[in-house]
């Protein structure tokens, strides 16, 4: 089946500071989403990106299909971007296949 | 809107209990979806509805039985539960379900305690 793959698994950074977050896919893409779980556990989508590059704000993200990742961009780091972000391959019947997350603590 | 609720937030209930989880969309979409996830660990498809109907049931235990009285509506029956099944669960809606994938859109989620 897919697998997805993300890295680093634990990350810390210094208020203010950027960080890069990557995702690879074992299969060709059909649809891929960035979430962040928030300590609360709500899932928050961030980007649907099977393709490209987009922006929100602080955030961007780059899907490079043929090449089977994706990045996803942070950049001045707020405390409130703290918590666990996953990406997340849709393959077959639209099941998600989850990365294992990766755990962004940011410090004030 | 693009919101998905959830009710209750938490629930704690004990091996001999029945209990329901209920979950609700106002997006129109016509798939929605049940997940389980433990402590950090990402979250795992349970079930999945298309236009009411049961599509895919990813050999769930029977203790566990979900049901979509309506487009809008799903809920997933509780009884007879272990420990083991103290999770979070997530309820999640798409426009549809095809290959490919639709967005899907997760609510805040159930965090379920069972002693």
């Known amino acids: 089946g897919i697998q997805v793959e993300q890295s680093p698994p634990d990350l810390i950074l210094q208020e203010g500071a950027n960080s890069t977050l990557r995702c690879n896919f074992s299969?060709?893409?059909?649809?891929l989403q960035w979430f962040h779980q928030n300590p609360w556990g709500q899932l928050i989508n961030l980007f649907y990106i099977p393709s490209g590059t987009k922006q929100n704000g602080r955030l961007s993200a780059t899907t490079v299909a043929t090449e089977r990742y994706s990045l996803l961009y942070i950049s001045s780091s707020q405390t409130t971007d703290s918590g666990v972000y996953f990406c997340a391959e849709t393959g077959a019947n639209s099941k998600l296949t989850f990365g294992k997350g990766i755990t962004l603590s940011v410090r004030p | 809107d693009t919101e998905v609720t959830q009710t209750p937030k938490h629930l704690v209930m004990g091996m001999t209990n029945k209990k329901s989880l209920k979950c609700e969309q106002h997006m129109g979409h016509r798939a929605m979806y049940w997940y389980k996830q433990k402590a950090k660990k990402p979250p795992e498809l349970m079930f999945v509805?298309?236009?009411?109907?049961?599509?895919i049931n990813e050999s769930v235990p029977s203790r566990f039985s979900p049901e979509c009285p309506n487009s809008s509506l799903l809920n997933l029956h509780l009884h007879a539960l272990q420990p083991e099944d103290s999770a979070l669960y997530l309820c999640?809606?798409?426009?549809?379900?095809?290959?490919?994938?639709?967005?899907?859109?997760f609510g805040p989620g159930t965090r379920l305690t069972v002693l």
């Open positions: 299969d060709s893409v059909n649809n």
């Open positions: 509805y298309s236009y009411e109907k049961l599509s």
């Open positions: 999640a809606s798409s426009q549809e379900m095809r290959q490919g994938g639709d967005e899907q859109f």
